[in-house]
């Protein structure tokens, strides 16, 4: 090797929320003053808190998922997604 590394310009990534979903999520964290209160969804939902990440993070995000339903109080089987989704 020669001592080289490559680096790349540009951050690469992708979303899959639509435009839409991505503007609503930044106005409402703006009109939130940046503060997530997860007592301000409606109990109708089941979904409040998703986690994600790639294949080889899997051990963290359940445990990261874990954690969200323990403060939570959530008593949810592990293959239910709610309140904390984590496929």
């Not at 990534?13 to 839409?20: D, I, K, M, S, W």
């Not at 409402?28 to 998703?50: C, E, N, P, R, W």
């Not at 051990?59 to 990261?64: K, Q, Y």
Request: charged share 20%.
């Amino acid at each position: 090797m020669d001592g080289h590394r490559f680096v790349p310009d540009v951050a690469i990534g992708r979303l899959v929320e639509t435009p839409e979903e991505i503007s609503t999520t930044i106005t409402t964290f703006i009109s939130q003053g940046g503060i997530l209160d997860l007592g301000l969804l409606s109990d109708q939902t089941t979904h409040k808190v998703l986690v994600t990440g790639y294949d080889f993070l899997s051990d963290a995000g359940r445990a990261i998922r874990l954690r969200w339903k323990g403060a939570l109080g959530a008593s949810t089987p592990d293959g239910s997604p709610a309140p904390v989704d984590g496929r």
